[in-house]
């Protein structure tokens, strides 16, 4: 499993939405020293108008948009009570992994064991010889 991405801005959408003009990603702008955000596109971002002629969406309508669309479309009762079964799957499959871990562990180490104590009865019988001696 994929550890989640770490998010390193106060914009919920950078490069995950895209420009409706030219399809580049949107990315994050604050205006007016900070008193007001906006999604621009990338590229007139970069470029100007020149490059898009897309205009800048305030920050808050568009995360509430996308945020409002997400809880109408794909958090339903059915995507949910799916979502609960998917993830107690995984819980229950997570769990029998670290139950089963330890038994190996176990049998691993009594196997090591058992190497050394012949080992060492060998050494004490005098099984081994220095080539040299």
């Not at 895209?18 to 970069?46: E, H, L, N, P």
Request: glycine share 10%; net charge positive; aromatic share 10%.
């Amino acid at each position: 499993m994929t550890p989640p991405a770490t998010v390193g801005s106060r914009y919920l959408l950078s490069r995950l939405a895209r420009c409706g003009r030219c399809g580049a990603s949107v990315i994050g702008q604050a205006a007016k020293s900070g008193q007001f955000y906006y999604y621009v596109c990338g590229t007139a971002y970069r470029q100007g108008k020149n490059g898009c002629s897309s205009h800048m969406v305030p920050k808050e309508y568009l995360e509430r948009f996308v945020v409002d669309r997400i809880r109408s479309y794909v958090l339903t009762d059915e995507h949910m009570k799916e979502l609960v079964e998917l993830v107690n799957g995984e819980l229950s499959a997570s769990g029998r992994y670290f139950r089963e871990r330890p038994e190996g562990i176990d049998a691993q180490i009594m196997h090591w064991q058992a190497r050394l104590e012949r080992l060492y009865e060998s050494l004490e019988m005098g099984a081994f010889h220095h080539p040299l001696a």
